[in-house]
């Protein structure tokens, strides 16, 4: 069969479907995006009906995965590093429920924070939960790895997490295919009492879990993707995880690397290998994408001076690797390379040319000029773009929907006005609670929600309130005479600057909804 | 065999429907391939680049190391010099030279064409030019592709069928004036390397 190409996160998807899915949940978010989006455009997972719209959320997604799990199927969800802290409730559950169908959790971390608002490290969630985790290195093992995955997770009855970082995700190979599984039969756990967490049943699942630790990291020391390949010189030993491996033997003439290396892909570490690596080589030089969880454990809090990585300085604390990051801790002379001459100006991204959220940040900021800077909470979107000028309309940015909640809390405090910019998708994710926050306590906040037909940061993908806001809000108890619908269009300028005016006058909870479809979404549909 | 390419740009001019072709015609011809590009926030008028790796040997590194780029080709004059580390010393720059001004400091054009033209291999050409003369100045980045033809060892005609390819859904006219942008590239690049 040919090779098709793929980006790292369709072949996680092509695999997780050739390993027989039912089912495959998730909330868009850069780098994991393109999992579900390769599932939804794939014909055979149409045929097939393979379920495939987006959740509302990581968590609703997360729990949705569980339910199709207990009923006996095959299931992936997918979803970003800090999507996972707000799943991270059926996840860490999850570790004692288990899994009936196998469960896979896809998390992609994106250490330099090329498009999130922190870095972490996904496989410290697999530590925390008791869980085997996964690391590809490259795309093929991406496809192969769901196989071995779900296997494990019906083996163990236990969910198994799935991470890849923003350069595996987002980079395109060649990729051969396995012979495709069936979807498993439909069937009831055999064990009643499975997805029972009442604390008597949850103690034993714990101790469960706990016991078959030993047989996990078994797991890793027999899998095909841990890999120990010997060295003649034994001054280092390299311990490299996922998608380090490559920037290691990207500095080697074909890869012919002259210190012993061990290759981790799956977790818990494979302590036999480690052992000998260790035992055999006077120094370790760990790399790792992302946190130095392997080198911590291996230092240790006595701190093994054996142990080089991110802590001693020999890589970098913080940011992603890269082939010349790891030259420099292998002590290989650098390649000759010039330097960016200075004449080049940053590009920072910036709202596209008739973008409706720049009109509405232009009314928003006459107000700001008004009532001074430090009025204005957001969120998470492209309207986290409205910081930067011209617009500086905007002064906070932490997690999906805490524009509002923050609001709460700041004109509880005294803070007036208090406004709250929120996208329509990033509303449906998190924001619904905290206005029912705000409707309980009267609170005195406008709510803006910047409505533009779709989830635009990520690349289109539907928002789950379209078409469902301005009910949502009044199903939540915000007063109907203050939810106001405004189109952003500079013609509508004065008029709009007029109506928050009136809403920010209003001692109450407004909702300001700046309706007009993402310049994006229009082109897609005229095609 | 190798060619390690960075492609760059702004968010939006079409570098990765360069990549595609290439890496249909790349693996059309039985190489290799990796190729790494930017989704998410900074697609949004921001600097873009793709690395784009051809080999007939296994490759390992998504990226491209510094110093390590047989080739940069920009569609965009000031994007093409943010990735000079990554060019080897006998590397090949080839730029567009029509700016992209999007932000407020943008640099002196003539400064910019100076600094391009004082690199040691350079073609420097205006595509949005050839491609307006042509009657289809949506194809810049089909002529810059045809500029780079010369330099990545790939038979032009599997260039010419990943045309094809990827603009095939669009209508026979669409492929036609893609392909005559690509050989107007091309030619520019013979008569000025």
Request: hydrophobic fraction near 40%; include cysteine.
């Amino acid at each position: 069969m040919k090779k098709l190409l793929l980006l790292g996160d369709e072949a996680i998807a092509q695999g997780a479907l050739d390993a027989g899915i039912s089912g495959a949940y998730g909330y868009p978010g850069t780098p994991s995006t393109e999992i579900v989006e390769y599932i939804q455009r794939n014909k055979e997972a149409i045929e097939k009906d393979i379920h495939r719209t987006w959740s509302a959320n990581e968590k609703t997604a997360l729990e949705e995965t569980l339910g199709m799990s207990y009923a006996g199927k095959r299931v992936i969800v997918t979803m970003k590093h800090v999507g996972l802290n707000v799943a991270a409730d059926p996840y860490m559950n999850s570790a004692l429920t288990g899994a009936n169908g196998g469960v896979i959790v896809a998390v992609a971390d994106d250490p330099s924070m090329h498009s999130s608002q922190n870095e972490q490290d996904s496989r410290y969630y697999a530590k925390f939960a008791l869980m085997p985790a996964f690391e590809p290195s490259n795309q093929q093992e991406a496809y192969e790895m769901p196989f071995l995955a779900f296997d494990i997770s019906e083996k163990y009855h236990l969910p198994v997490l799935m991470r890849v970082t923003t350069r595996l995700s987002h980079s395109r190979a060649g990729v051969d295919r396995r012979e495709i599984l069936k979807e498993n039969e439909k069937h009831l756990p055999k064990n009643p009492n499975q997805f029972m967490l009442l604390p008597a049943f949850a103690r034993k699942k714990f101790k469960h879990l706990l016991a078959i630790q030993d047989d996990l990291v078994k797991e890793s020391e027999n899998s095909p993707f841990n890999k120990y390949t010997d060295g003649k010189d034994r001054s280092m030993g390299i311990i490299a995880c996922g998608l380090a491996y490559n920037y290691l033997m990207e500095n080697y003439d074909e890869g012919k690397c002259p210190y012993p290396v061990l290759k981790i892909s799956q977790y818990p570490i494979p302590r036999k290998q480690v052992e000998k690596i260790i035992s055999e080589c006077d120094e370790i030089l760990v790399l790792e994408e992302g946190m130095p969880l392997v080198e911590e454990m291996l230092k240790g809090f006595l701190k093994n001076q054996k142990i080089k990585g991110r802590l001693d300085g020999s890589l970098p604390r913080d940011g992603e690797l890269n082939p010349q990051i790891v030259r420099k801790a292998l002590k290989l002379p650098e390649l000759p390379s010039l330097k960016i001459p200075q004449i080049v100006a940053g590009r920072p991204p910036a709202l596209c040319v008739g973008c409706p959220h720049a009109d509405t940040y232009k009314a928003l900021k006459l107000l700001i000029n008004k009532y001074g800077q430090g009025h204005v909470f957001s969120d998470i979107g492209c309207y986290t773009l409205g910081f930067l000028p011209p617009y500086q309309a905007i002064n906070t940015c932490v997690d999906m929907g805490a524009s509002i909640s923050m609001a709460i809390g700041a004109a509880d405090a005294g803070l007036f006005p208090a406004i709250a910019t929120i996208g329509d998708s990033t509303f449906g994710h998190s924001g619904m609670t905290p206005l029912l926050d705000a409707v309980i306590c009267k609170s005195n906040i406008v709510v803006i929600i910047l409505d533009n037909d779709i989830t635009a940061m990520t690349g289109m993908q539907e928002s789950q309130v379209n078409g469902r806001i301005e009910n949502i809000c009044i199903g939540v108890g915000v007063e109907k005479e203050h939810i106001r619908v405004i189109n952003p269009l500079p013609k509508n300028h004065e008029d709009n600057v007029k109506i928050i005016q009136e809403e920010i006058n209003y001692n109450g909870v407004s909702v300001i909804i700046p309706r007009r479809p993402c310049i994006h979404v229009l082109k897609k549909r005229k095609k | 065999m190798k060619k390690d390419i960075i492609l760059a740009g702004v968010g939006g001019q079409g570098i990765l429907s360069i990549a595609t072709i290439i890496g249909y015609a790349a693996i059309e011809s039985g190489l290799n391939l990796k190729q790494a590009e930017v989704h998410g926030m900074s697609q949004r008028g921001g600097d873009v680049q793709s690395h784009l790796r051809i080999s007939d040997k296994e490759i390992f590194s998504d990226l491209i190391p510094h110093g390590g780029a047989d080739l940069i080709l920009s569609v965009e004059p000031m994007e093409a010099l943010r990735y000079m580390p990554y060019l080897t010393e006998n590397g090949w720059f080839i730029t567009n030279t029509t700016p992209f001004v999007n932000i407020p400091d943008y640099p002196d054009t003539n400064k910019l064409i100076d600094e391009i033209k004082s690199i040691k291999n350079n073609v420097a050409i205006n595509a949005d030019q050839i491609a307006k003369d042509l009657g289809s100045s949506r194809s810049m980045n089909m002529v810059m592709l045809g500029a780079a033809s010369l330099f990545l060892d790939i038979p032009y005609d599997k260039l010419e069928e990943g045309i094809k390819f990827i603009f095939g859904r669009k209508g026979e006219k669409v492929v036609e004036s893609n392909l005559k942008a690509m050989k107007a590239g091309k030619d520019f690049a013979k008569k000025n390397k």
